[in-house]
């Protein structure tokens, strides 16, 4: 793939991959903790597990996880989470049997940005001793429209948040139309079209075909799109992912105790949580230059730093694609393509699986299920042990980039263990 | 026709607060008035407690000319009217970036009511502040294009 021109970290380039752990660009203790164990529930659509209840899915999904590892429920020690998870884990440590719960944390804020800072609380638990086996899990159950609980909460009638005063009396009700406002800006910047949006669907329903998972496995051609449903425009109905219902969860340990588990251990090279000047939750008073962004640029500077690599290293790239506008502008912030040319850049074919930089290959949100980017973690898991329904050769390097959210969003970079 | 406003249907009135209060108010009154740090200059908004140039938390409410520019906006179906041809008639959510402001730039979210149809908007256009009343001398700061 081509050596890109994104942004760099304090204007200097990261040492490339071959330098890697010769030249630290910060001291962050690279390769601290691996991913041993992947698990998930059933996936359904929005509601159908209204009855089953947010811990046993969660539950279901750390069995799942737990068994892919090689481990027993009970060794579980510690829980993280995000995205205001209210599945408490003092409550699913009893369920488990944990003997001993040494460690929990949730990070704050909705949307889709929180997953890197779960990810960041297991790796440090791990990395400093606070815990041995830790499971960041996402659990989901959309009994209520997200979109409804972050524009106001409330129906018709109704008092509101403070926090939702100037955004919901304008009818600023759902979370496609926040895409849409950053869509609309990058349109403007940059030349961006609706037909660069419809290549981000297309790829993504186009991998789901081959995995058995997934929510949507028909493809869906550009006519398709543009003929679909306006829901907050430029963007209509297969610009948008379907909310669903299950759970995720992942298993942290660290290298040493990897090496007595099942799975060869695919590692955290580095993880990020840093968020962007003035991003608050998802603020229309960002700085000017990452308006049109899923405010990840300071987020991707500390990640290539940490990790001695830059974007060029990277092989398959798995961001949040709650809507299609997400992917284009993590082309972007993650330094895959300039700022501004991610619409050409998809138009060339760049993001299929075939293409210089995979993104999503095994459908995404828009495509698979909607767990708030949980499930992109497990396919770069599938990637790195060679075991993916669209399995990218050689892949040695994944990326995980947030979607648009509360600050801090982040991102993660894995790699081939052993 | 001239009268009407092209406004979302049945959203939820703001909670008047002492943080935004003085918002509302000037907007009844057709003024665009945002929050400025008393010690900086700086304004801001959505409404803050403190300021992001300088950290003080002592804020003043500051009139502004009420006249901006257009920096995103999206068209939203309002399901609750009739078609409009092919498509669903539309509200339009704006961002503007505001002028006469001290500090990086304002901008607010909001409405142009006199805005119909695509063709109605684009980015950069000049727009003005226009009240739109939801309780007793307090109002949206909304806003219209200006010819």
Known sequence: MPDCAG????????????????SSASSFP??????????????????????????RLALDAIHDACSDAGLEARDIDGFT?????????????????????????????????????????AYAAVAAGLADYVVVVRSLIQTSRLGQSMAAGVGPGDA????????????????????????????SLYGTTTEHFAEVAINARRNAVNNPHARFRTEITVEEHHASRLIADPLRLFDCCMESDGAAAVIVTSPDRAADLRQQPVSIRAVSMTGEYKWASVSFNTADEVYASTGHRRAARDLYARAGLRPGDVDVALFYDAFTPSVLMSLEDWGLCPIGESGPFVAEGNI???????VNPHGGHLAEVYLHGSTHLLEGVRQLRGTSCNQIADADVVLYGSGVGAAPGGGILLCRGG | MTDRLNRPADMPDPVVAPINEGMWRAAAGGQLAVQRCQDCGAHRYPPGDGCYRCSSCR?????????????SYVWIPDRSRAAAGDEAACYNVVIVTLDGTEGEPVRILSNVVNAW???????????????????????????????
């Not at chain 1, 299929?352 to 995979?358: A, D, F, K």
Request: proline residues 10%; positive net charge.
């Open chain 1, 7 to 22: 942004p760099r970290p304090g204007g200097d380039d990261p040492p490339s991959k071959s330098a890697r752990g010769a």
């Open chain 1, 160 to 187: 509101i948040p403070l926090s939702a005063s100037y955004t919901a009396p304008f009818g600023m009700a759902l979370p496609p139309a926040i895409y849409a406002m950053k869509a609309r800006r990058h349109m």
């Open chain 1, 352 to 358: 299929r699986r075939e293409g210089s930089i995979p």
């Open chain 2, 117 to 147: 149809g695509p063709r109605d908007l684009r980015v950069g256009q000049v727009v003005e502040v226009v009240g739109v009343p939801f309780a007793d001398s307090m109002a949206l700061p909304c806003f219209r294009t200006v010819a």
């Open chain 1, 30 to 55: 690279r390769d601290a903790a691996c991913i041993v164990g992947i698990g998930h529930s059933a996936y359904g659509k929005r509601g159908e597990f209204r009855d089953v209840g947010l811990p």
């Open chain 1, 81 to 121: 989470g995000y995205c205001d998870d209210v599945t408490a884990p003092s409550d699913l440590a009893v369920s488990l049997g944990t003997s001993e719960l040494r460690y929990t944390a949730l990070v704050w804020g909705g949307r889709g940005s929180g997953l890197p800072g779960a990810v960041a609380n």
């Open chain 2, 59 to 71: 804020w003043e409410w500051s009139m502004l000319p009420g006249t901006g520019v257009v920096y």
